[in-house]
């Protein structure tokens, strides 16, 4: 019988030993490439996911079934297989063979089935195993270990802008395992599907990079993490600019001056600075500070440079400039001053304009006139070559002109003289001033008589005419238009006086002539009259009395009174707007000087009198007035207070300081801005225990108004 015509049962014995061989020593090759060149032969007919789903259900087939695919490739291949064959290492890659092709035809039917997890490798070698114990292993679910990898990431950190590039990579502990799919996420937004990729965009700061890998079971990985630094772009430093500030005395000089030269440098970019100087001298240094001096250059033409260099080390151009230096300096000779003109003429009558032109001279060769100086009765009136004056009084003038050269030295003056005569003008002046009474009574009208007269040599222009009541009134009570007046010409002017507001001791009453200068006259002195008179007070008679701040420290009240009964009508020293004194009616003050609104006077302090208070200190003065002491600054020489009737506050003052005159004003009684609380600060100190302040020229009175 032919060998290719054995019986079945011959062949199946032979598949115990071959079996038995293949479980012991062959079995694991023969099934990893069956398996792999199943799945690469149906690679290209099938997609990613029906690979998976294929692998995936190869590695849950039954026993059964696996013995049943593994006989079939066996019968199929003993069909043909001779008696010598069934020992031989052919036998081995036949049924390996016949295994792809079993399992080929199966794949409609596997890829209809349900998709469990995957087992990948230990089932594939499974289909070959026939005993219990290794069967046991092609059931272990645990899965494979997939791991990824962040390799490089270059540049890290980075700068705003450049290219970075990220590489990575997977592994499996699977043998037959392998990498399918990438995944990479910055700031959990997926980035690339890549091993490698180049990102050129991310914003400046600290960005988390994420990266997983999927193997051919589906399994990904745990995601590996990185940092990215992204740092802002420095801009470019720019170089800084020297300056050469001057070169003194000059750039030109006589062998043996000594020369300062000064420069300094700046800079375009913010926060750099300046680090450094460098000046040289014909390409030599000669010094590195801002400004140096320099005694010894030879005569001829010397190049300086300056240049500066910045905090990050860049130097800048250099500024350069240029020094000559000359021979021995031959002795100056002083210039010479002239008197070109004086025009109109050297006599002119007062007010006309006059201008006056001069000129230098000077001997030595190359040097020049460089200041002018004209003197007028010895008081310099200009440093021009010409120039013009119009207020030359009447009387003889000196005119004295003299020129300096450009190495310092004077000339001698030049002298001329300039006669200037009065013109035929008016002169105004009070030749009748009356008052009907002469001694006026408090609120009584008053008649006022003026009589004026041009004692000029020429007819004057209109003109105006005032009489104040009082010098320091507010405005006149009486005024007139003159339209004119000629020479020799006498005028009288008459007026009717409402009354004066208060009583006075002795006022100055006064009458003005032309105020505003509308007549150029040729005495502007003898306008105003002056006479000294009283008024008599009407009854109840109102006395005025005065502060003894004002009295002491030349220092107003705020809303005090002048001694004519007007309100603020005065400035101190300091500035300070008010009045020196306050108006009395039989020992009571009359508010705002109005006798039928009087107050009791509650203390007046004594020139000599003084209070002094420590921080939170109060000082009952009386009448339900208190003062306390809040806080006290001794260093500014400040004390704040607070003001209180009867126990209310009423008045915090932020800050008074040494000096300062605290008033409180109050409206009342129909009266408005009446002073009612007056203390001078006399001296802020330091005490021994606290700091204390010393008060003065206290002045204060009653609520109560009768």
Known sequence: MDEREQPDTQVKDALKNVSKKITEKYVQEIVKKATKRVLRRQSEKLDEKEIVKLEKRLKKLSDKEKLDYFEEAVNSVSKDISQTEMGSGELLEKIDASLTEVFEKKIPELLSKPILPPIAKTILIAIGIMSVSILGLVNDDTPYRVEATIGAINPNPATEGDAITVVGSGTTDDPDGYITAYEWQIESEVVSNRERFTIENLSVGRHMVEFRVRDNNGEWSEPAEAYIEVL????????????IEYIEPDTTVYTGTPLTLAGYGTDPDKDDFIAEYEWRINNKISSNRERFTIENLPIGRHTIEFRVRDNNGEWSEPAEAYIEVLPVEPENRPPEAHIEYIEPDTTVYTGTPLTLAGYGTDPDKDDFIAEYEWRINNKISSNRERFTIENLPIGRHTIEFRVRD????????????IEVLPLPLPDLFVS??????????QYDPVSVQIGLRNQGTARSGSFIVEWWAGENYREPACKWRVKSLAAGEERILTCTYEGYPSWYKRLTTRVVLDPSDEVVESDEENNINRATISVSPASPAVEYAMYNVFREEELVVEGGLCEDGTKNCRKDKWGNVGGGYYATVDKKVALNGHPDKLAKLILEQGIDDKKVLAVGETWDVGGGWALTVT????????????LSYNGKPIDDEPALPEGAVYTYLEDIAGETDVPMFVAY???????ATTDMVQLRYTWVISRDVT
């Open 232 to 243: 802002p772009v420095e801009p470019e430093n720019r170089p800084p600019e020297a300056h």
């Open 406 to 417: 450009n190495n310092g030295e004077w000339s001698e003056p030049a002298e001329a003289y």
């Open 432 to 441: 009748e001033f009356s008052l009907d009474p002469s001694t006026p009574v």
């Open 631 to 642: 806080e006290i600054d001794v260093k500014k020489r400040t004390v704040w207070i607070s």
């Open 681 to 687: 600060v006399d001296s802020v100190f330091a005490g």
